[in-house]
């Protein structure tokens, strides 16, 4: 499902020092969108965005919800909730739980 920020309100649009809008992952809910956290290796809370939609699609697949929206307002969004951190084509990523990890094995014990 892609979500597109098309509304009459062309100012999250608008290009920012960081160039032109980026492509930000979402959760729909009932209220709307809303923009996803992720946490850095560290465990920090950070923003991420991407420069394409190419990009968001390598790194996150290609069911993931997304909007476009500017540097500024990407950050005018995260800064009441604490996060001043912003990746921009991070391409370093876990997979998801349970995909890609190998089951794990239990302990052998020795016969006697």
């Not at 509304?7 to 920012?16: I, M, Q, R, T």
């Not at 390598?58 to 997304?66: E, I, T, V, Y």
């Not at 800064?79 to 052998?108: C, F, K, M, W, Y």
Request: charged share 20%; net charge neutral; hydrophobic share 45%.
């Amino acid at each position: 499902m892609t979500v597109h920020a098309d509304s009459e309100d062309a100012e999250p649009l608008e290009p920012g020092p960081a160039g032109h809008a980026l492509f930000v992952p979402v959760r729909p809910g009932p209220a709307g969108c809303t923009t996803r956290f992720f946490r850095t290796a560290m465990g920090g809370r950070t923003a991420v965005a991407f420069t394409s939609e190419r990009a968001l699609v390598r790194a996150l697949g290609p069911d993931r919800p997304w909007i476009r929206l500017s540097e500024p307002a990407l950050r005018a969004l995260a800064e009441p909730l604490g996060v001043t951190d912003l990746r921009i084509d991070p391409v370093l990523s876990a997979p998801p739980a349970g995909v890609g990890a190998p089951a794990p094995v239990a302990p052998q014990r020795a016969l006697a």
